[in-house]
């Protein structure tokens, strides 16, 4: 193992190079504090994370960035990433036919194949409309205030049929909560439709991981990695090899099943999910969207034609195809792709029998449980003197919660230095 010399001491230790550690060391050592990152893992990025495959860009587990997120617009600098976007809208398997859902405000001119489209009726695509307008005219954080209940209720009180929330909404919202019973909080229901009203999905040119590694750029050897911490005690970390770094603040960036090891408490619930990538010549559709499972038959629940989306993500004259399964259908990695593939050759013929199964990944702890009533506090969390925890789930689960956690912490390590200074 390659490790440059560990140094004895640091002003702070952040344990995990996932978005939330990195954005929480950027902050810190823009206002000058002398800041350690270290991760067990042989690169930054945590859960994003990109492997190059015979010339294919596989994210483990697909995943996008809202380019609505407000931390996203703080903390990066998106010419770097050369940012892909999706087409507004989706694709709607309904059990007989693909239906495009385009999203007439941001592409006019899918208006009326939109309108058209048999997936809910007029008055569920006017009810879009409204609730749109109605969630723009607050900012995004107004999102997590007032009273709470789970998505499915508050769809169904804002007047959506059942037909419209089973066949766009559970496999839509599914695809984002990682569930399609939509009992998460309706919050982030709020929060997130905003988000796809305002801004756009997108991945960077050359795969997810280009994110977090934007983040790490100016932190250079101030990140160790293939470095495990053991213990933590306040002033003092100690490493899988023994050694130790003392230290004034500790941050645990880590995911929540190591922050819970960590410091001998209970990990919060968390979701599962499966991505298989295939390889195909042809791409079975030629939009830049989102193909949804409105039949609710599974296992596939989302599909994304990701070279589509990104040129860089196929080598020339191929296509990859990222297939993925929620709840239950996600239980199930090894049958998954045989599976996907049959259910998705009802959706796009004989062709789908052709593709080259890539690769599968199975992420058991992809997204923290969000229920009714979760967002009561976002705030840092400061466990013991010196030791702050952060990570998505102490905020929410997402690349803004994550973002959101890692500064917000930073920030208040310097407000509690400055208290603390004569
Ligand atoms: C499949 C999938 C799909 C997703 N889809 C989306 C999406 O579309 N949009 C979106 O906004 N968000 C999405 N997310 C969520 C987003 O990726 C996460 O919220 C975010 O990456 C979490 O970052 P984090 O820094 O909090 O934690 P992590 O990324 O989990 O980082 C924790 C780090 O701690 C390290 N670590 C743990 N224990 C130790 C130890 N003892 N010693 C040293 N290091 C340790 C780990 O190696 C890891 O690098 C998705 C996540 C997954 C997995």
Redesign the pocket.
């Known amino acids: 193992m390659n490790r440059p010399p560990l140094p004895k001491a640091a002003d702070v230790v952040i344990?995990?190079?996932?978005?939330?550690?990195l954005a929480c060391a950027r902050r810190l050592v823009e206002k000058g504090r002398d800041t350690l990152v270290?991760?067990?893992?042989d690169a930054v990025?945590?859960?994003?994370r990109t492997d190059e495959v015979d010339g294919f860009l596989l994210d483990?587990?697909?995943?996008?960035?809202?380019t609505a997120y407000e931390e996203f617009q703080k903390q990066f600098d998106p010419t770097d990433l050369d940012l892909k976007r999706f087409t507004p809208g989706s694709v709607v398997w309904t059990g007989g036919s693909l239906e495009v859902l385009g999203d007439p405000f941001r592409t006019p001119a899918s208006a009326l194949a939109s309108a058209r489209a048999r997936v809910g009726s007029i008055d569920d695509k006017l009810r879009v409309a409204r609730l749109r307008r109605q969630l723009l005219s607050s900012p995004a954080e107004a999102a997590f205030e007032g009273t709470d209940r789970s998505t499915l209720d508050e769809l169904r009180s804002e007047g959506f049929s059942d037909d419209f929330i089973d066949t766009f909404f559970r496999p839509f919202m599914g695809g984002?909560f990682l569930e399609r019973a939509l009992e998460t909080s309706a919050r982030l229901f709020r929060y997130y439709f905003r988000c796809f009203a305002e801004g756009d999905a997108a991945v960077p040119a050359r795969g997810m991981q280009r994110l977090p590694e934007q983040l790490a750029q100016p932190l250079q050897d101030r990140v160790l990695l293939n470095?495990?911490?053991r213990d933590v005690k306040s002033g003092r970390v100690t490493l899988d090899d023994g050694s130790e770094i003392q230290t004034n603040d500790i941050v645990l960036?880590?995911?929540a099943q190591?922050a819970a090891h960590?410091r001998r408490s209970i990990a919060p619930d968390f979701k599962v999910?499966v991505?298989s990538y295939f390889a195909a010549p042809e791409a079975p559709i030629s939009a830049a969207m989102l193909v949804l499972d409105g039949e609710g038959s599974g296992p596939a629940n989302h599909v994304a034609v990701m070279s589509n989306v990104s040129v860089a993500y196929a080598p020339e004259g191929q296509h990859l195809i990222a297939v993925s399964g929620v709840d239950a259908a996600a239980d199930d990695p090894d049958g998954f792709p045989a599976d996907a593939r049959s259910q998705l050759e009802r959706w796009f013929g004989p062709a789908v029998d052709g593709w080259e199964h890539l690769k599968t990944y199975h992420?058991p702890h992809?997204?923290p449980k969000h229920p009714v009533g979760f967002a009561a506090s976002r705030a840092p969390r400061r466990d013991e003197p010196g030791i702050w925890v952060t990570?998505?789930y102490t905020d929410f689960?997402?690349?803004?919660?994550?973002l959101r956690?890692g500064r917000t912490t930073a920030d208040a390590i310097l407000e509690a230095k400055q208290l603390e200074s004569p």
Do not use: K, N, P, Y
């Open positions: 344990v995990g190079a996932g978005i939330s550690g270290v991760d067990s893992a990025g945590g859960r994003i483990r587990g697909f995943q996008v960035l809202l984002v470095t495990t911490v960036a880590t995911d190591s960590l999910t991505t992420i992809a997204l990570g998505d689960g997402a690349i803004q919660g994550a956690s």
